[in-house]
């Protein structure tokens, strides 16, 4: 019997790769012959470069730099095996988790960390960018990234104008000479799993702005500057990106990369199966376990598992999953392509659940393979 474990992370317990591991322990009491390959997967959230890392080899690459709100941080990307595809992920340059909790401004905050970092992998060999863009603090359409690797937004005097996406307001020029050289060659794929325009009542200020601390005023303000961005982009370049499916994503840095950089826009998780080769992976396998912190209805919206058990359903393989809390109801499994999904503990983890996670993720292996090998056996 040949399984292939392919989690996601436990957000705030355990990696991919930890994760995996628990499961093939406790797989391997039930069916201690069987041949198990652990293959940690994301969807393009936090935790992506990890997950590629520790699927295909790698090494992470540290560099200081500038953080949402102008403060250096410590940051990092991910440089695969083969040397020319780098992982970047915008929260942890320009991340709110790097903004004192109710301290963000929205108007101001600036993704030029970001920029920091592709420019870093670029630096260092990588001709294949992956962009990561979950859990941003800004509202800038990626202008400061964009700054970062040479572009130069000017006002109708000629000045730069000031970090952040209110700034946008006075844009009357951009200057991407500098920024066409640095990209010759390279090429930006954006995980990107919404379908958010960049402007408009369910564009990036509208949507996501709140999230980040943008009073009404202030989405008021950030949409204008947006959409005066947007036209502007427009005529310099004929790519009108204010209604692109997918361009308001993380402020509209997917908007501002698709129309300057020319960049891609892909569902998180098929880049990355597409980088660790998961249909290839696939092959002779019998059965597929998966798994994330929590498994809910969120979960059909693309996320990990769901991709994970969606490859294995067209090639006729089961799945199942282990995951820190199942809330799933009526007929969510088998929309899920999932026989059945074993949560680590019933009820809510405490502090010390979440200490004993890997302990708990082995026990609930066991019982899913305990569960599930009835059902194995009349397939």
């Known amino acids: 019997m040949r399984i292939l474990v392919a989690p996601d992370k436990f957000k705030g317990s355990m990696t991919g790769r930890e994760a995996g591991d628990a499961m093939r322990a406790g797989l391997l009491r039930v069916w201690p012959s069987a041949q198990i390959d652990v293959v940690p997967v994301a969807d393009g959230g936090d935790g992506t ?9 790698g090494r992470r690459v540290s560099r200081s730099v500038t953080g949402p709100d102008g403060r250096r941080v410590d940051a ?9 595809t780098a992982i970047v992920e915008l929260a942890v340059a320009s991340g709110l988790v790097l903004v004192p909790s109710g301290s963000n401004d929205p108007l101001t905050a600036t993704t030029f960390g970001t920029g ?24 800038d359409a990626g202008a400061g990234a964009l700054s970062a690797l040479g572009a130069r937004f000017l006002d109708a005097s000629g000045a730069e104008l000031p970090r952040g996406g209110a700034a946008l307001a006075k844009l009357a020029t951009i200057a991407d000479d500098a920024l066409s ?33 943008a009073s009404p005023d202030d989405v008021r303000v950030l949409d204008a500057a947006l959409t005066h961005f947007a036209n502007v982009v427009a005529k310099k370049t004929g790519v009108d990106v204010r209604h692109v499916p997918g361009a308001g994503a993380a402020g509209g840095i997917a908007g501002g990369f698709l129309a300057l ?5 892909d569902p998180g998780a098929a880049l ?47 799945a199942a999953a282990v995951a820190g809390t199942v809330d799933l109801r009526g007929d969510d499994l088998e929309k899920l392509h999932l026989l059945a999904a074993e949560p680590l503990i019933k009820g809510k983890p405490s502090k010390d659940d979440m200490h004993r996670a890997r302990e708990l993720t082995s026990d609930a292996a066991e019982r899913l393979a305990h ?5 194995l056996e009349k397939l």
């Open 261 to 265: 950089a020319g960049a891609k826009l």
């Open 116 to 139: 920091e970092l592709v420019l870093g992998a670029i630096e260092a060999g990588a001709r294949r960018i992956v962009l990561a863009i979950g859990g941003s603090a800004t509202n």
């Open 181 to 213: 050289a640095r990209l010759r060659d390279v090429s930006i794929d954006i995980a990107c799993d919404v379908d958010n325009p960049l402007v408009g009542p369910n564009g990036a200020s509208a949507i996501y702005g709140p999230q980040k601390g």
């Open 49 to 57: 470069a990890t997950a590629l890392l520790d699927a295909v080899g």
């Open 272 to 318: 990355v199966f597409d980088l660790i080769g998961f249909g290839r992976r696939l092959e002779g396998v019998s059965l597929v376990v998966t798994g994330e912190g929590r498994l809910d209805r969120q979960t059909l919206a693309g996320k990990a598992p769901f991709a994970v058990a969606k490859a294995a359903h067209e090639r006729g393989i089961p």
């Open 76 to 84: 990092s990307f991910g440089l695969l095996g083969d040397g020319k």
């Open 371 to 375: 569960r599930i090998e009835p059902k």
